[in-house]
Protein backbone atom coordinates (compact mmCIF):
# COMPACT_ATOMS: atom_id res chain seq x y z
CA UNK A 1 0.00 0.00 0.00
CA UNK A 2 2.45 2.45 0.56
CA UNK A 3 5.24 1.47 -1.89
CA UNK A 4 5.91 4.98 -4.08
CA UNK A 5 3.28 6.91 -1.94
CA UNK A 6 4.31 10.03 -0.74
CA UNK A 7 4.31 10.74 2.80
CA UNK A 8 1.04 12.41 4.30
CA UNK A 9 -1.19 10.26 1.39
CA UNK A 10 -1.84 7.38 3.04
CA UNK A 11 -2.42 7.33 7.29
CA UNK A 12 1.35 7.21 9.08
CA UNK A 13 2.54 4.32 9.22
CA UNK A 14 6.43 3.14 9.88
CA UNK A 15 6.25 1.54 6.37
CA UNK A 16 5.26 5.34 4.92
CA UNK A 17 8.46 6.45 6.26
CA UNK A 18 11.13 3.26 4.90
CA UNK A 19 9.30 3.81 1.59
CA UNK A 20 9.92 7.69 2.08
CA UNK A 21 13.49 6.89 3.17
CA UNK A 22 14.55 4.69 -0.05
CA UNK A 23 12.86 6.76 -2.93
CA UNK A 24 14.81 9.90 -1.62
CA UNK A 25 17.91 7.72 -1.27
CA UNK A 26 17.47 6.74 -5.13
CA UNK A 27 15.87 9.54 -6.49
CA UNK A 28 18.01 12.29 -4.74
CA UNK A 29 21.22 9.92 -4.64
CA UNK A 30 22.01 10.93 -0.72
CA UNK A 31 22.27 8.46 1.95
CA UNK A 32 19.18 9.04 4.81
CA UNK A 33 18.73 7.65 7.93
CA UNK A 34 16.03 7.53 10.29
CA UNK A 35 16.06 8.51 13.50
CA UNK A 36 14.15 6.82 16.41
CA UNK A 37 13.63 8.12 19.75
CA UNK A 38 11.07 7.69 22.54
CA UNK A 39 10.40 6.28 26.61
CA UNK A 40 11.78 2.69 27.17
CA UNK A 41 8.88 0.81 26.10
CA UNK A 42 7.23 3.42 23.47
CA UNK A 43 8.46 1.13 20.56
CA UNK A 44 11.76 2.15 18.90
CA UNK A 45 13.07 -1.44 18.62
CA UNK A 46 9.80 -3.07 17.14
CA UNK A 47 9.56 -0.15 14.78
CA UNK A 48 13.24 -0.60 13.33
CA UNK A 49 12.67 -4.04 12.96
CA UNK A 50 9.66 -3.32 10.82
CA UNK A 51 11.83 -0.39 9.08
CA UNK A 52 14.73 -3.29 7.88
CA UNK A 53 11.87 -5.64 7.21
CA UNK A 54 10.23 -2.94 4.86
CA UNK A 55 13.47 -1.87 3.30
CA UNK A 56 15.11 -5.05 2.44
CA UNK A 57 11.44 -5.71 1.01
CA UNK A 58 11.64 -3.08 -1.47
CA UNK A 59 15.33 -3.78 -2.19
CA UNK A 60 14.24 -7.73 -2.96
CA UNK A 61 11.99 -6.70 -5.78
CA UNK A 62 15.50 -5.50 -7.41
CA UNK A 63 16.94 -9.22 -6.56
CA UNK A 64 19.01 -9.07 -3.36
CA UNK A 65 21.50 -11.40 -2.06
CA UNK A 66 21.49 -12.99 1.28
CA UNK A 67 22.12 -10.10 3.82
CA UNK A 68 18.41 -10.14 4.48
CA UNK A 69 18.71 -13.46 5.97
CA UNK A 70 21.89 -12.25 8.07
CA UNK A 71 19.78 -9.37 9.18
CA UNK A 72 17.02 -11.43 10.00
CA UNK A 73 19.04 -13.66 12.30
CA UNK A 74 21.20 -10.42 13.85
CA UNK A 75 17.82 -9.54 15.57
CA UNK A 76 17.19 -12.42 17.83
CA UNK A 77 20.78 -12.64 18.75
CA UNK A 78 22.08 -9.01 19.49
CA UNK A 79 18.13 -9.17 21.38
CA UNK A 80 19.05 -12.20 23.42
CA UNK A 81 22.39 -11.30 24.41
CA UNK A 82 21.52 -6.95 24.57
CA UNK A 83 17.94 -7.24 25.79
CA UNK A 84 15.82 -7.85 29.40
CA UNK A 85 12.85 -7.78 31.26
CA UNK A 86 12.55 -4.01 33.03
CA UNK A 87 10.10 -2.36 34.86
CA UNK A 88 9.09 -0.70 31.93
CA UNK A 89 8.92 -3.33 29.15
CA UNK A 90 9.66 -7.02 29.52
CA UNK A 91 12.00 -6.63 26.31
CA UNK A 92 14.08 -3.72 26.66
CA UNK A 93 17.33 -3.23 24.58
CA UNK A 94 20.07 -2.71 27.20
CA UNK A 95 22.01 -1.15 24.65
CA UNK A 96 21.62 1.72 21.25
CA UNK A 97 22.43 0.49 17.85
CA UNK A 98 22.68 2.00 14.65
CA UNK A 99 21.70 -0.80 11.69
CA UNK A 100 23.45 1.19 8.23
CA UNK A 101 21.46 -0.83 5.10
CA UNK A 102 24.26 -0.46 2.19
CA UNK A 103 22.26 -0.25 -1.32
CA UNK A 104 23.80 -0.32 -4.66
CA UNK A 105 22.88 2.52 -7.11
CA UNK A 106 20.08 0.48 -7.92
CA UNK A 107 18.80 0.47 -4.81
CA UNK A 108 19.55 -3.46 -4.39
CA UNK A 109 20.64 -4.44 -0.71
CA UNK A 110 24.57 -4.91 -0.95
CA UNK A 111 25.45 -5.31 2.73
CA UNK A 112 24.51 -4.00 5.90
CA UNK A 113 26.93 -2.50 9.12
CA UNK A 114 25.69 -2.32 13.05
CA UNK A 115 27.17 -0.06 15.82
CA UNK A 116 26.17 -0.93 18.95
CA UNK A 117 26.57 1.46 21.92
CA UNK A 118 26.95 1.72 25.41
CA UNK A 119 25.99 -1.59 26.53
CA UNK A 120 24.84 -1.65 30.18
CA UNK A 121 27.24 -3.88 31.58
CA UNK A 122 25.76 -3.49 35.78
CA UNK A 123 22.53 -5.12 34.75
CA UNK A 124 25.06 -8.07 35.12
CA UNK A 125 25.69 -8.18 38.44
CA UNK A 126 22.88 -6.20 40.19
CA UNK A 127 19.59 -4.71 39.59
CA UNK A 128 16.75 -2.99 40.90
CA UNK A 129 13.25 -4.78 41.82
CA UNK A 130 11.12 -6.37 39.21
CA UNK A 131 14.29 -6.51 36.66
CA UNK A 132 16.02 -9.16 35.21
CA UNK A 133 19.78 -10.34 33.82
CA UNK A 134 20.09 -10.55 29.92
CA UNK A 135 17.67 -12.34 28.23
CA UNK A 136 20.16 -14.94 27.18
CA UNK A 137 21.17 -16.47 30.72
CA UNK A 138 17.27 -17.91 31.25
CA UNK A 139 17.12 -19.00 27.79
CA UNK A 140 20.52 -20.95 28.11
CA UNK A 141 19.50 -21.92 31.67
CA UNK A 142 15.99 -23.20 31.05
CA UNK A 143 16.81 -24.27 26.93
CA UNK A 144 19.92 -26.62 27.29
CA UNK A 145 19.72 -30.30 26.26
CA UNK A 146 20.97 -32.86 29.02
CA UNK A 147 24.78 -33.15 27.13
CA UNK A 148 24.72 -29.26 26.98
CA UNK A 149 23.77 -29.12 30.58
CA UNK A 150 26.35 -31.36 31.46
CA UNK A 151 29.24 -29.57 28.54
CA UNK A 152 28.95 -26.16 30.06
CA UNK A 153 28.11 -27.56 34.32
CA UNK A 154 24.85 -25.98 34.49
CA UNK A 155 22.60 -25.79 37.70
CA UNK A 156 19.55 -24.41 37.68
CA UNK A 157 18.93 -20.36 37.75
CA UNK A 158 18.27 -20.06 41.81
CA UNK A 159 21.91 -21.69 42.59
CA UNK A 160 23.67 -18.86 40.65
CA UNK A 161 24.33 -15.54 42.77
CA UNK A 162 24.26 -13.03 39.81
CA UNK A 163 19.84 -14.55 39.02
CA UNK A 164 18.58 -14.58 42.43
CA UNK A 165 18.45 -11.31 43.30
CA UNK A 166 15.09 -11.37 41.55
CA UNK A 167 11.81 -13.35 42.91
CA UNK A 168 12.09 -15.28 39.19
CA UNK A 169 8.82 -17.79 38.71
CA UNK A 170 10.07 -20.34 36.01
CA UNK A 171 6.34 -21.90 35.35
CA UNK A 172 7.39 -20.37 32.12
CA UNK A 173 9.76 -22.69 30.96
CA UNK A 174 8.05 -23.31 27.67
CA UNK A 175 8.30 -20.36 25.78
CA UNK A 176 12.36 -19.69 27.34
CA UNK A 177 12.79 -23.41 25.52
CA UNK A 178 11.33 -22.20 22.38
CA UNK A 179 13.35 -18.91 22.62
CA UNK A 180 16.83 -21.11 23.15
CA UNK A 181 15.77 -22.90 20.17
CA UNK A 182 15.08 -19.71 18.18
CA UNK A 183 18.53 -18.29 19.53
CA UNK A 184 20.58 -21.32 18.03
CA UNK A 185 18.68 -21.15 14.61
CA UNK A 186 19.40 -17.13 14.55
CA UNK A 187 22.94 -17.87 15.76
CA UNK A 188 22.91 -20.33 12.42
CA UNK A 189 21.64 -17.43 9.97
CA UNK A 190 24.50 -15.18 11.09
CA UNK A 191 27.11 -17.84 10.51
CA UNK A 192 28.23 -19.18 13.61
CA UNK A 193 29.54 -22.44 13.48
CA UNK A 194 28.29 -25.33 16.48
CA UNK A 195 31.83 -24.68 17.97
CA UNK A 196 31.66 -20.62 18.01
CA UNK A 197 28.12 -21.33 19.83
CA UNK A 198 29.38 -23.71 22.61
CA UNK A 199 32.48 -21.52 23.04
CA UNK A 200 29.93 -18.48 23.72
CA UNK A 201 28.04 -20.71 26.01
CA UNK A 202 30.79 -21.94 27.96
CA UNK A 203 31.40 -18.17 28.98
CA UNK A 204 28.04 -17.29 29.79
CA UNK A 205 28.54 -20.25 31.92
CA UNK A 206 31.73 -19.22 33.64
CA UNK A 207 30.10 -15.40 34.05
CA UNK A 208 27.18 -17.15 36.23
CA UNK A 209 29.72 -19.20 37.80
CA UNK A 210 31.80 -15.85 38.82
CA UNK A 211 29.30 -14.48 40.90
CA UNK A 212 29.47 -17.54 43.02
CA UNK A 213 32.89 -16.85 44.27
CA UNK A 214 32.88 -16.24 47.87
CA UNK A 215 35.78 -14.66 50.25
CA UNK A 216 36.63 -14.86 53.73
CA UNK A 217 38.66 -12.94 55.35
CA UNK A 218 40.71 -11.49 58.07
CA UNK A 219 39.27 -9.53 60.95
CA UNK A 220 41.11 -6.29 59.00
CA UNK A 221 38.66 -7.32 56.14
CA UNK A 222 41.75 -8.68 53.68
CA UNK A 223 41.17 -11.44 51.71
CA UNK A 224 42.06 -14.69 52.98
CA UNK A 225 40.69 -17.05 50.84
CA UNK A 226 38.67 -17.81 48.14
CA UNK A 227 35.79 -20.81 47.27
CA UNK A 228 33.84 -22.40 47.12
CA UNK A 229 36.71 -24.96 45.37
CA UNK A 230 34.32 -26.65 43.09
CA UNK A 231 33.14 -23.35 41.39
CA UNK A 232 36.87 -22.40 40.83
CA UNK A 233 37.82 -25.10 39.27
CA UNK A 234 34.57 -25.22 37.07
CA UNK A 235 35.49 -21.51 36.18
CA UNK A 236 39.25 -22.47 35.30
CA UNK A 237 37.58 -25.63 33.43
CA UNK A 238 35.52 -23.31 31.29
CA UNK A 239 37.65 -20.24 30.66
CA UNK A 240 40.87 -22.80 30.26
CA UNK A 241 42.66 -20.86 32.59
CA UNK A 242 44.92 -22.29 35.17
CA UNK A 243 43.15 -22.37 38.61
CA UNK A 244 46.38 -20.29 40.65
CA UNK A 245 46.44 -17.87 38.25
CA UNK A 246 42.71 -17.14 38.87
CA UNK A 247 42.61 -17.66 42.60
CA UNK A 248 45.70 -14.33 42.22
CA UNK A 249 43.78 -12.27 40.08
CA UNK A 250 40.26 -13.09 41.78
CA UNK A 251 42.62 -11.97 45.69
CA UNK A 252 45.32 -9.81 44.73
CA UNK A 253 46.15 -6.56 42.69
CA UNK A 254 49.58 -5.43 41.74
CA UNK A 255 50.50 -2.06 42.21
CA UNK A 256 53.56 -0.59 41.17
CA UNK A 257 56.04 1.45 43.92
CA UNK A 258 59.28 3.05 42.72
CA UNK A 259 59.68 0.43 40.01
CA UNK A 260 58.75 -2.61 42.14
CA UNK A 261 55.96 -4.19 41.72
CA UNK A 262 53.49 -5.39 44.84
CA UNK A 263 51.18 -7.77 44.84
CA UNK A 264 49.00 -6.96 47.54
CA UNK A 265 45.27 -8.99 49.10
CA UNK A 266 42.34 -6.94 48.46
CA UNK A 267 40.03 -5.88 50.66
CA UNK A 268 36.68 -7.74 50.63
CA UNK A 269 34.92 -4.68 48.82
CA UNK A 270 37.73 -4.42 46.79
CA UNK A 271 37.71 -8.13 46.06
CA UNK A 272 33.88 -8.02 45.01
CA UNK A 273 34.62 -5.46 42.53
CA UNK A 274 37.02 -6.95 40.92
CA UNK A 275 35.15 -10.23 40.26
CA UNK A 276 32.10 -8.32 39.11
CA UNK A 277 34.30 -6.55 37.12
CA UNK A 278 35.71 -9.80 35.67
CA UNK A 279 32.38 -10.68 34.66
CA UNK A 280 30.70 -7.64 33.63
CA UNK A 281 34.11 -7.51 31.12
CA UNK A 282 33.65 -10.89 29.79
CA UNK A 283 30.29 -10.16 29.00
CA UNK A 284 30.70 -6.92 27.19
CA UNK A 285 34.07 -8.00 25.28
CA UNK A 286 31.52 -11.37 24.29
CA UNK A 287 29.06 -8.72 23.31
CA UNK A 288 31.66 -6.94 21.08
CA UNK A 289 32.51 -9.99 19.46
CA UNK A 290 29.07 -10.79 18.53
CA UNK A 291 28.31 -7.88 16.74
CA UNK A 292 31.81 -7.76 15.11
CA UNK A 293 31.21 -10.96 14.11
CA UNK A 294 27.65 -10.12 12.48
CA UNK A 295 29.35 -6.75 11.07
CA UNK A 296 32.34 -9.47 9.13
CA UNK A 297 29.12 -11.45 7.92
CA UNK A 298 26.82 -8.72 6.64
CA UNK A 299 29.51 -7.08 4.81
CA UNK A 300 29.98 -8.02 1.40
CA UNK A 301 32.83 -9.12 0.71
CA UNK A 302 32.99 -7.72 -3.01
CA UNK A 303 33.12 -4.29 -1.30
CA UNK A 304 36.18 -4.86 0.37
CA UNK A 305 37.54 -5.88 -3.04
CA UNK A 306 36.15 -3.61 -5.58
CA UNK A 307 35.06 -0.10 -5.38
CA UNK A 308 31.60 0.25 -5.47
CA UNK A 309 29.90 3.26 -4.67
CA UNK A 310 27.44 2.98 -3.00
CA UNK A 311 24.23 4.86 -1.35
CA UNK A 312 23.08 4.08 2.64
CA UNK A 313 20.07 4.05 5.04
CA UNK A 314 20.71 4.44 8.42
CA UNK A 315 18.79 3.31 11.75
CA UNK A 316 19.20 4.59 15.18
CA UNK A 317 17.23 2.98 17.84
CA UNK A 318 18.73 4.80 20.53
CA UNK A 319 17.45 5.06 24.13
CA UNK A 320 14.92 7.11 25.02
CA UNK A 321 15.26 9.70 28.75
CA UNK A 322 15.33 8.14 31.51
CA UNK A 323 13.97 8.54 34.84
CA UNK A 324 13.68 5.74 37.51
CA UNK A 325 13.88 5.90 41.07
CA UNK A 326 17.73 5.28 41.07
CA UNK A 327 19.54 6.49 37.97
CA UNK A 328 23.08 6.42 38.08
CA UNK A 329 26.08 7.27 35.28
CA UNK A 330 24.01 5.06 32.26
CA UNK A 331 21.08 7.14 32.77
CA UNK A 332 23.63 10.22 33.00
CA UNK A 333 24.81 8.98 29.21
CA UNK A 334 21.40 8.14 27.62
CA UNK A 335 20.06 11.17 28.83
CA UNK A 336 23.12 13.34 27.44
CA UNK A 337 22.32 11.94 24.28
CA UNK A 338 18.70 12.16 24.57
CA UNK A 339 19.71 16.33 25.17
CA UNK A 340 21.67 15.76 21.84
CA UNK A 341 19.09 14.39 19.87
CA UNK A 342 16.48 16.74 21.17
CA UNK A 343 18.93 19.91 19.91
CA UNK A 344 18.86 18.17 16.55
CA UNK A 345 15.30 17.36 16.12
CA UNK A 346 14.54 20.91 17.08
CA UNK A 347 16.76 22.36 14.43
CA UNK A 348 15.35 20.23 11.82
CA UNK A 349 11.42 20.47 12.23
CA UNK A 350 10.19 18.23 9.27
CA UNK A 351 7.09 16.39 11.30
CA UNK A 352 4.48 18.53 9.74
CA UNK A 353 6.07 17.22 6.17
CA UNK A 354 4.65 13.94 7.63
CA UNK A 355 0.79 15.15 7.56
CA UNK A 356 0.68 14.64 10.99
CA UNK A 357 -1.50 16.74 13.38
CA UNK A 358 0.14 18.58 15.52
CA UNK A 359 -0.32 21.36 18.10
CA UNK A 360 2.59 23.27 17.47
CA UNK A 361 5.39 21.57 19.33
CA UNK A 362 7.41 24.22 21.52
CA UNK A 363 10.76 23.65 21.79
CA UNK A 364 13.23 24.86 24.92
CA UNK A 365 16.36 25.82 23.35
CA UNK A 366 18.55 22.77 25.27
CA UNK A 367 22.15 24.50 24.36
CA UNK A 368 22.82 25.36 27.55
CA UNK A 369 22.10 21.89 29.38
CA UNK A 370 24.36 20.57 26.33
CA UNK A 371 27.08 22.87 27.31
CA UNK A 372 26.78 21.97 31.12
CA UNK A 373 27.97 18.65 30.01
CA UNK A 374 30.27 18.85 27.39
CA UNK A 375 31.72 22.04 27.21
CA UNK A 376 35.51 22.45 28.13
CA UNK A 377 37.31 22.81 30.47
CA UNK A 378 34.27 22.78 33.63
CA UNK A 379 31.67 20.64 31.59
CA UNK A 380 30.25 17.55 34.01
CA UNK A 381 32.23 14.83 31.72
CA UNK A 382 35.34 16.97 31.69
CA UNK A 383 34.87 17.00 35.71
CA UNK A 384 34.46 13.66 35.62
CA UNK A 385 37.38 12.46 34.08
CA UNK A 386 39.45 15.13 35.84
CA UNK A 387 38.40 13.11 38.98
CA UNK A 388 38.22 9.48 37.51
CA UNK A 389 42.29 10.52 37.53
CA UNK A 390 43.11 11.19 40.77
CA UNK A 391 44.35 8.11 42.74
CA UNK A 392 42.80 9.77 45.78
CA UNK A 393 39.95 10.81 44.78
CA UNK A 394 36.48 9.63 45.63
CA UNK A 395 33.04 10.00 44.62
CA UNK A 396 32.40 12.40 47.47
CA UNK A 397 35.24 14.67 46.32
CA UNK A 398 33.50 14.41 42.60
CA UNK A 399 30.31 15.87 44.01
CA UNK A 400 31.67 18.21 45.90
CA UNK A 401 33.94 19.08 42.82
CA UNK A 402 30.54 19.24 40.35
CA UNK A 403 28.71 21.51 42.75
CA UNK A 404 31.83 23.76 43.52
CA UNK A 405 31.66 24.23 39.56
CA UNK A 406 28.13 24.38 39.00
CA UNK A 407 26.46 25.86 42.20
CA UNK A 408 25.37 29.25 39.56
CA UNK A 409 23.68 27.08 36.81
CA UNK A 410 19.80 27.00 37.36
CA UNK A 411 20.34 23.79 35.76
CA UNK A 412 22.35 22.15 38.12
CA UNK A 413 20.15 21.45 41.18
CA UNK A 414 22.18 20.45 44.22
CA UNK A 415 20.26 18.03 47.57
CA UNK A 416 20.49 17.98 50.89
CA UNK A 417 24.45 18.71 51.96
CA UNK A 418 24.33 14.97 53.10
CA UNK A 419 23.04 13.24 49.52
CA UNK A 420 25.09 11.39 47.42
CA UNK A 421 23.60 12.95 44.28
CA UNK A 422 22.90 15.96 42.01
CA UNK A 423 19.80 16.89 40.11
CA UNK A 424 19.62 17.95 36.98
CA UNK A 425 16.71 19.72 35.10
CA UNK A 426 16.68 18.56 31.21
CA UNK A 427 13.98 19.25 28.48
CA UNK A 428 11.97 16.49 29.43
CA UNK A 429 11.93 16.98 33.33
CA UNK A 430 14.31 16.80 36.41
CA UNK A 431 16.46 13.71 37.12
CA UNK A 432 17.89 13.35 40.39
CA UNK A 433 21.36 10.95 40.20
CA UNK A 434 23.40 8.91 42.76
CA UNK A 435 26.74 9.67 42.72
CA UNK A 436 27.74 6.41 43.99
CA UNK A 437 30.05 4.46 41.08
CA UNK A 438 30.46 7.38 38.38
CA UNK A 439 33.92 7.32 38.56
CA UNK A 440 34.00 3.66 38.55
CA UNK A 441 32.16 3.20 35.69
CA UNK A 442 33.20 5.95 33.89
CA UNK A 443 36.92 4.34 33.88
CA UNK A 444 34.96 1.26 33.20
CA UNK A 445 38.29 -0.74 31.08
CA UNK A 446 39.26 -4.35 31.23
CA UNK A 447 41.28 -4.72 34.74
CA UNK A 448 45.60 -5.51 33.52
CA UNK A 449 45.21 -8.43 36.03
CA UNK A 450 41.79 -9.91 33.71
CA UNK A 451 43.29 -8.80 30.83
CA UNK A 452 46.70 -11.18 31.50
CA UNK A 453 44.58 -13.94 32.63
CA UNK A 454 42.63 -14.36 29.80
CA UNK A 455 45.32 -14.01 27.38
CA UNK A 456 46.93 -17.40 29.39
CA UNK A 457 43.44 -18.90 28.39
CA UNK A 458 44.24 -22.40 26.71
CA UNK A 459 41.05 -21.16 24.44
CA UNK A 460 41.97 -19.05 21.38
CA UNK A 461 38.37 -17.85 21.45
CA UNK A 462 39.22 -16.34 24.98
CA UNK A 463 42.28 -14.63 23.97
CA UNK A 464 40.81 -13.28 20.95
CA UNK A 465 38.48 -11.78 23.14
CA UNK A 466 40.71 -9.66 25.48
CA UNK A 467 43.37 -8.80 22.63
CA UNK A 468 44.26 -5.17 22.18
CA UNK A 469 42.54 -4.74 18.78
CA UNK A 470 39.80 -6.92 17.90
CA UNK A 471 39.41 -6.25 14.73
CA UNK A 472 42.96 -6.31 13.47
CA UNK A 473 42.92 -9.63 14.99
CA UNK A 474 39.46 -11.05 13.81
CA UNK A 475 41.08 -10.22 10.06
CA UNK A 476 43.99 -11.50 10.90
CA UNK A 477 42.32 -14.91 12.14
CA UNK A 478 40.27 -15.04 8.78
CA UNK A 479 43.70 -14.79 6.62
CA UNK A 480 45.16 -17.31 8.66
CA UNK A 481 41.98 -19.82 8.65
CA UNK A 482 41.20 -19.11 5.14
CA UNK A 483 45.37 -20.16 4.35
CA UNK A 484 44.95 -23.14 6.35
CA UNK A 485 42.24 -24.29 4.72
CA UNK A 486 43.20 -24.12 1.35
CA UNK A 487 46.17 -25.82 2.67
CA UNK A 488 43.93 -28.71 3.72
CA UNK A 489 41.60 -28.14 0.86
CA UNK A 490 45.07 -29.14 -1.11
CA UNK A 491 45.96 -31.96 0.92
CA UNK A 492 43.01 -33.66 0.77
CA UNK A 493 42.70 -33.34 -3.03
CA UNK A 494 46.23 -34.64 -3.45
CA UNK A 495 45.04 -37.60 -1.20
CA UNK A 496 41.75 -38.04 -3.03
CA UNK A 497 43.22 -38.33 -6.28
CA UNK A 498 45.28 -40.49 -5.06
CA UNK A 499 43.07 -42.59 -3.74
CA UNK A 500 40.85 -42.30 -7.07
CA UNK A 501 43.49 -43.41 -9.04
CA UNK A 502 44.34 -46.67 -6.73
CA UNK A 503 40.47 -47.01 -7.15
CA UNK A 504 40.36 -46.43 -10.80
CA UNK A 505 41.04 -50.12 -11.23
CA UNK A 506 38.58 -51.56 -8.56
CA UNK A 507 35.24 -50.02 -7.02
CA UNK A 508 35.05 -45.99 -7.62
CA UNK A 509 32.89 -44.82 -10.29
CA UNK A 510 33.65 -41.89 -12.48
CA UNK A 511 30.22 -40.25 -11.09
CA UNK A 512 31.94 -40.65 -7.42
CA UNK A 513 34.89 -39.28 -8.54
CA UNK A 514 33.56 -35.94 -10.01
CA UNK A 515 30.96 -35.60 -6.96
CA UNK A 516 34.12 -35.47 -5.09
CA UNK A 517 35.93 -32.74 -7.17
CA UNK A 518 32.78 -30.71 -7.65
CA UNK A 519 32.41 -30.81 -3.54
CA UNK A 520 35.94 -29.46 -3.82
CA UNK A 521 35.53 -26.62 -6.76
CA UNK A 522 31.97 -25.70 -4.84
CA UNK A 523 33.86 -25.08 -1.50
CA UNK A 524 36.94 -23.63 -2.39
CA UNK A 525 35.13 -21.08 -4.52
CA UNK A 526 33.26 -20.38 -1.60
CA UNK A 527 35.84 -20.69 1.34
CA UNK A 528 36.52 -17.21 2.29
CA UNK A 529 33.23 -16.10 2.95
CA UNK A 530 32.27 -18.75 5.30
CA UNK A 531 33.13 -18.61 8.79
CA UNK A 532 36.11 -19.01 10.17
CA UNK A 533 36.06 -15.95 12.03
CA UNK A 534 37.95 -17.02 15.05
CA UNK A 535 41.47 -18.58 15.41
CA UNK A 536 40.76 -22.16 15.86
CA UNK A 537 44.56 -23.25 15.57
CA UNK A 538 43.75 -25.73 18.53
CA UNK A 539 41.75 -27.89 16.67
CA UNK A 540 42.63 -30.38 14.06
CA UNK A 541 42.41 -28.85 10.32
CA UNK A 542 39.68 -31.88 8.84
CA UNK A 543 37.21 -30.90 11.97
CA UNK A 544 37.46 -27.29 10.92
CA UNK A 545 37.02 -27.99 7.32
CA UNK A 546 33.80 -30.56 7.98
CA UNK A 547 32.49 -27.96 10.24
CA UNK A 548 32.50 -25.38 7.59
CA UNK A 549 31.06 -27.81 4.88
CA UNK A 550 28.12 -28.74 6.99
CA UNK A 551 27.59 -24.67 7.57
CA UNK A 552 27.87 -23.77 4.10
CA UNK A 553 25.33 -26.63 3.24
CA UNK A 554 22.75 -25.73 5.72
CA UNK A 555 23.39 -21.63 4.57
CA UNK A 556 23.16 -22.98 1.17
N1 LIG B 1 4.18 -1.62 16.34
C1 LIG B 1 3.89 -2.39 17.37
N2 LIG B 1 2.94 -3.31 17.29
C2 LIG B 1 2.61 -4.09 18.33
N3 LIG B 1 3.23 -4.03 19.53
C3 LIG B 1 4.18 -3.14 19.68
C4 LIG B 1 4.57 -2.28 18.62
N4 LIG B 1 5.56 -1.50 19.06
C5 LIG B 1 5.78 -1.86 20.34
N5 LIG B 1 4.94 -2.84 20.73
C6 LIG B 1 4.87 -3.47 22.07
O1 LIG B 1 5.57 -2.67 23.00
C7 LIG B 1 6.65 -3.40 23.59
C8 LIG B 1 7.85 -2.48 23.75
O2 LIG B 1 8.36 -2.12 22.48
P1 LIG B 1 9.90 -1.93 22.20
O3 LIG B 1 10.69 -2.99 22.88
O4 LIG B 1 10.08 -1.74 20.75
O5 LIG B 1 10.13 -0.55 22.98
P2 LIG B 1 11.44 0.34 23.03
O6 LIG B 1 11.01 1.76 22.83
O7 LIG B 1 12.47 -0.19 22.09
O8 LIG B 1 11.87 0.13 24.53
P3 LIG B 1 13.34 0.16 25.19
O9 LIG B 1 13.84 1.57 25.10
O10 LIG B 1 13.06 -0.26 26.61
O11 LIG B 1 14.15 -0.83 24.45
C9 LIG B 1 6.92 -4.56 22.64
O12 LIG B 1 7.44 -5.69 23.33
C10 LIG B 1 5.54 -4.83 22.08
O13 LIG B 1 4.84 -5.65 22.98
Not at 50 to 57: D, E, I, R
Not at 210 to 236: I, R
Not at 309 to 335: H, K, P, R, V
Request: with cysteine; charged share 25%; aromatic share 10%.
Amino acid sequence: MYEDQPLGKLSPHIYAVANAAYRAMLGRRRDQCVVISGESGSGKTESSSYLVHCLTALSQKRYAGGAERTLLGAGPVLEAFGNATTAQNNNSSRFGKFIQLNYLESGVIRGAIIEKYLLEKSRLVCRDENERNYHVFYYLLMGASKEERKEFSLLQPHEYHYLQQEDICFEDDESLTHEFKRLHQAMEMVGFLSSTKKMIFSILSAIMYLGNVAYGTTEEGEVLDVGPDNVLSTLSDLLKVKKERLVSALTKRRAVVSNDTLVLPYLLKEATTARDSMAKSLYSALFDWIVLHINHTLLNRRDMQESVSCLSIGILDIFGFENYQTNSFEQFCINYTTEKLHHYFSQHEEYLSEGISWSTVVYTDNMGCIDMFSKKPTGLFHLLDEESNLPQATDGTLLNKLKQHHKDNALFVATAVMEPAFVIQHFAGRVKYQIKDFREKNMDHMRPDVVLLLRGSERAFLRQLVCSSPVALFRWGILRATIRIIATFNALARERAKEASRRRNSKMTLGEIRKNSRAFDRLSSHSTSLDFSFDRSDEHPLEVFEDIFANYEKRK
